[in-house]
């Protein structure tokens, strides 16, 4: 009788055991499949940065760089380029130069002077044609835009959502996050991960040239140049444009055998 109740209460124990593991087991699968799974999905983005366009060389600096017909493409702006955004060491304070007594003095906000980017110069007008392909800083003018951007520098601190939001696909400043001061500037140039916004430059531009006696016995450029701005840069799509006026529809022309567009494309439209 006493081995049957032994027998019995080892079932009760071992049952008991089973249970409390399968009730663990159905929990821990009941709050792992009511959460959508993270999935690391490709986006248009990364698509792009497929293509050969995509690469900052792509862009010609100057216009005899242009290939054929370059007489009839024109600049969208006097002031055009790729910014850059500056590393944590370089974006506070901006100094113009060690040399440059003066220009740590130029800005009346601490917020418009700390809200500053590199400019990689694609286009300039005729006075300032040596600093194109030059890295040049942009920043704001003293007192136009003092209080609007003191309204819009915010600190930049990735959530649990924003990094469930990357695995979905989503582009998010990545170089920007713990960055404790981010204006409008740094947080255009930093938008994407990688150094390839283009814009053009709006309103009065002030270029302003200090000498750069930090480098004055090397083949460094003599003086430096600082673009000071009033207005947000816009983004464009290219550096150069031309009109053109369609003169009627041709056949389909695409020739899959060659992989390449047939010359009948050429009268397709023409310069005006």
Same mark, same amino acid.
């Given at each position: ?116 980017? %590199? ?11 040596? %600093? ?138 023409? %310069?005006?």
């Amino acid at each position: 009788m006493s081995l049957m109740m032994g027998f019995r209460r080892r079932g009760l124990i071992v049952g008991g055991v089973v249970g409390a593991i399968a009730l663990c087991f159905g929990a821990y699968w009941w709050q792992s499949s009511s959460k959508p799974s993270p999935i690391n999905q490709s986006s248009n983005y990364r698509q792009y940065l497929l293509a050969q366009i995509a690469e900052p060389i792509a862009y010609s600096f100057h216009h005899s760089n242009i290939p054929t017909e370059h007489s009839l493409y024109l600049p969208v702006a006097e002031w055009s380029g790729r910014l850059i955004l500056p590393t944590r060491d370089q974006k506070i304070p901006f100094h113009h130069s060690p040399a440059s007594n003066n220009a740590t003095n130029l800005a009346s906000n601490h917020n418009n002077a700390t809200d500053w980017v %590199w400019l990689e110069l694609h286009h300039a007008p005729p006075a300032y044609q040596d %600093w194109i392909g030059q890295l040049v800083p942009i920043r704001w003018t003293s007192s136009e835009k003092t209080a609007w951007v003191s309204s819009v520098t915010q600190p930049v601190q990735f959530t649990e959502a924003t990094f469930e939001s990357q695995q979905q696909g989503a582009i998010h400043p990545t170089r920007l996050n713990g960055w404790d001061k981010v204006g409008p500037l740094q947080s255009l140039a930093g938008a994407r991960p990688r150094n390839d916004v283009m814009v053009r430059l709006n309103g009065t531009i002030t270029p302003q040239i200090a000498e750069n006696l930090q480098n004055k016995n090397s083949h460094a450029p003599q003086h430096t140049l600082t673009l000071l701005i009033d207005q947000m840069p816009t983004q464009i799509s290219g550096h150069w444009y031309g009109l053109v006026q369609i003169r009627g529809v041709i056949p389909p022309h695409w020739m899959p055998q060659k992989t390449q567009e047939s010359q009948a494309s050429e009268g397709l439209f023409q %310069w005006v």
